[in-house]
């Protein structure tokens, strides 16, 4: 087996695809090196600016109880991932920071309290440069890498019988599986050296810039997307075979080859994901906007009708607070909803993708560098935990006040004290490797799984080729 | 002899299974892609539709001139479903107003349910050509004449008594007549599919004619350089491989490179900047005029008698990014109070005063942000395209573009109308009196009429200007197409067979 996966290495490292394969990857992956670090200490200097402002801005409203509690936290940024070079993931269209909108007034004096709201996304509608792909990792190993593997392995089986060395292989008292897995792992040595090299040079372009740090958690995920690199390369490989295999002249494998390719690769993606958007729609945004209306009208006739009558103090005080609290979690549902539709929608579309081995790198990919929609919605549950916890610090800390009469929502029921300002919770947005993995676990599977059919398909065309 | 070859050639063609597989994938793709595109413009169709009706509803029950909102929309190309271009990415209404130039860095969008789902690029028919067309080329031609080298077959036709470049001719004409087929037959489809929900004009499929007519070239150009790799090479093995490689690199590599390359460089925010600081110079002019105006008629003041009574909103702002000049003149009160009627003449005076002023502060704001934006983004977006027009696919989609009305230049007409209109509705306003008129601020004794307020109307270019426009990109193709052949029957002349 060996001796056969050697014999396919030094047949292809001699060939003119394997430099042809070395050259691109290596521009390729030299281009995602430069491009990176010339952007990324952009990004994380956007970071940092825009969180040391809003952290400005909360120690401002920090010297009184209700402000801060009224304000809320600010907003919410989203941390650059080290790893946006390995997948781009859209990352530049979606919103990269949940506010906290809160109502200067609500009428009657009162003011509304802040809730959560989500910006959608953010095309840039001023945009007239052409239309372009992101030439991150995902991009190069998806379509790219697909591509060398094919036109490493759609000769292996038929260019061998074209030539007649297939005879005198099968001649030798070896058994046919082991001659298929040796030109598999021919193949697949062939493949990964070039693409190791262009990995390593890519890498360590990168981190010979102080400018960007990996850190070891960093390098385990991206030791995982090499990992998941070389299963999808041996996919194609096991397609190749297969191919290669059952058809007798290999110039016509090599174009049902790239037809499959144009199809699974090219296109199935998007036209997929438009097909399966079309099933579902989410509540639009003049919708939302209605809804919104609707509630906060019917909430403030039901305030209305409860003034109507005399009320004490104390239990206007009351009825106040809990008015305003009651209104915002009305509204931050609605935009929770609103969200969540949308995020159906997407998740719909996503999952029938999966048909494409490119579409389940790519989400793979994104999992891992911790970029991309996955990420988004874990971004999303973040700020949901943190608002969670700044609440929960608000009720806290107006119950150690013993002046408060305890009633959030309003002026006269809360706290005024200043609040320390390292006391309050900062958000922080994390990344956590075994949620990524979680998601990701479906993937991974399905990719497996592909490779395991595709190389057991070859090997039963392999097994009945005829000499 | 020559109609011989031809016919051996294109029998040899249309009886392989490539012929086959390629035309079933090009049908296959072409028909689902215009379903999913047709129920996407119809979409559109009909957001745009409910748009247009919500700002007519806005504008009629505004009862000043100063509170009042028009829009106009953007109604989708139906050619956008040939090639999107910049139509479905750039924003499809805009303000009217005679504070502010309308251009496509100020329009925003309306329609889009759910926006995440933009995440998954959509395919045009252009784009299912560029892929599936160059790859039909190569495809077709990798082998034509390493083909018959290898088979020996070559010596065979070249000791009749024909000469080279007639070979050439022949297998280039019948491999293009076949290769014709899967496109002709998929736009046909296409076509039908189309008609029967989306209604096409006449010059409509003009324009369709010139994208087939472009596309026509591009393949050809495909064809040629498998030709030219198959006359170079000695094997059809390497010929294909070397196509496979020349394929990857034009149309997957190259085409998103172009953006790596040309960075915008620091001097665009110093460019940016300039520009802003030159159009708020021009602002604190009319800002000074505006004050001094105030002061004498004794009105000044934001807290003064005169502001509270006219309930006064007013902004004059340059946004530093876009430079978007806008000056707000506008009352939001309901009635005069009795006891401020007095105000009512100053008031007239003011707004008679302020608002040519600001119509003209905003005019010569416009012309320097307009050279800066020229500058700036336009001048940006055409590096990209010339350096695009390196690869096939960057001459094709902007040719296709071109036909189709939803390139630059084609999107820059409907704001250009847009300004018109402005300018029209700016006459119209002087032509009422408007700006002196009491309706400006206050519809206490009767609202604004709005019926005879002139309609915004919106044809795209005729197709001449679109011949115009993508008549340089075509010659492109063609002369790369005859320098390309006349390499390859160089080549094919010096060759041993």
Known sequence: MWYIAKRELYDNFNSLRFALATVLLLGLMLTNAVVHLHEHPKRIQKYNASINESLTDLTSRADNLYTLAQEGPGL???????????????????????????????????????????????????????????????????????????????????????????????????????????????????????????????????????????????????????????????????????????????????????????????????????????????????????????????????????????????????????????????????????????????????????????????????????????????????????????????????????????????????????????????????????????????????????????????????????? | MLKTLIRRELLDNLMTFRFAAVLLITLLLVVVNTVVLTQDYEQRLESYNDSVKRHRQDLRNSKTYSTAYLFIDRAPNPLSIFNVGLDKRLGNYIGIYHGFMPTLWDARMHGTDNPFIAFFSSIDIVFVFEVILSLMGLIFAYDAIAGERERGTLRLILAQPIGRGQILLAKYISAMACLLVPLILSLLFALLLLTRSIPLSTADFLRIAGIVLTSFAYLSLFYLIGLLISVATPRTGTALMLAMFVWGFLILVYPNLIRVTVNPGGDIQARVKTAHNQIQQIIDEYERERQKFLENEGIAGETSEFSKALGFYHQADVNPVTLTTYIENMSVISEIRPDFEKYVPVAKRYYNFVLPLATRTVEKAWRIRKQALDEIYVRQARMDRILLKLSPVGIYDDATQAWAGTDLLGLRDFFEAAQRYRKIIIDYLYAKDAFSSREWFVADKGAVDWSTLPQFTFERSDVRTNAKRALPDMFLLLICNLVLFMAIVLIFIKSEV
């Not at chain 1, 030109?183 to 010979?208: Q, R």
């Not at chain 1, 400018?211 to 990992?227: E, K, N, P, S, T």
């Not at chain 1, 993995?437 to 479906?442: G, L, W």
């Open chain 1, 76 to 467: 919410l940024y989203k941390k650059p991932s080290t790893l946006r070079f390995c997948a781009d993931g859209g990352e530049p269209f979606l919103p990269n920071v949940v506010g906290g909108a809160f109502l200067w007034s609500i009428s009657g004096g009162l003011r509304g309290f802040w809730r959560l709201n989500y910006p959608s996304t953010t095309p840039n509608l001023t945009d007239i440069r052409p239309n372009v792909t992101k030439v991150d990792w995902a991009f190069i190993i998806g379509y790219v890498l697909s591509l060398i593997a094919i036109l490493f392995t759609f000769d292996t089986v038929s260019g061998e019988r074209e030539r007649g060395t297939l005879r005198l292989i099968l001649a030798n008292p070896i058994p046919r599986h082991t001659v298929l897995i040796g030109k598999f792992l021919g193949a697949l040595i062939s493949v990964g050296i070039p693409l190791a090299l262009a990995v390593l040079m890519n890498l360590l372009v990168i981190s010979t810039s102080s400018a960007v740090q990996i850190g070891a958690d960093a390098w385990g995920r991206l030791g995982i997307i090499f990992f998941i690199a070389i299963l999808y390369a041996s996919l194609f490989l096991a397609l190749g075979l297969l191919v290669s295999a059952r058809v007798s002249r290999s110039a016509v494998s090599l174009v049902i080859l790239l037809l499959i390719w144009v199809t699974f690769v090219v296109f199935v993606p998007s036209t997929l994901a438009s097909i399966a958007g079309g099933f579902s729609s989410p509540m639009s945004t003049d919708e939302l906007w209605q809804r919104r209306g609707e509630l906060y009208a019917k909430r403030w006739e039901r305030y209305d009708a409860y003034f109507a009558e005399r009320v004490e103090r104390s239990k206007e005080i009351q009825f106040k607070g809990e008015h305003v609290i009651a209104e915002a979690e009305e509204q931050e549902r609605v935009n929770e909803e609103h969200l969540a539709q949308q995020i159906a929608q997407v998740k719909f579309a996503r999952g029938t993708t999966r048909i494409s081995p490119i579409a389940i790198s790519q989400h793979l990919f994104e999992s891992f560098a911790g970029t991309g929609f996955e990420r988004h919605l874990q971004f999303l549950e973040n700020t949901k935990t943190h608002a969670r916890q700044f609440r929960k610090f608000i009720a806290d800390t107006d119950s150690g006040d013993p002046e408060s009469s305890h009633i959030i929502g309003i002026r006269e029921g809360m706290s005024e004290k200043p609040v320390n300002p390292a006391a309050i919770p900062k958000f922080e947005d994390t990344l956590s490797l075994s949620k990524d993995f979680n998601a990701a676990a479906v993937d991974l599977l399905l990719l497996t799984l592909f490779v395991i059919v595709l190389l057991s398909g070859a090997y039963l065309a392999f097994v009945r080729v005829e000499v």
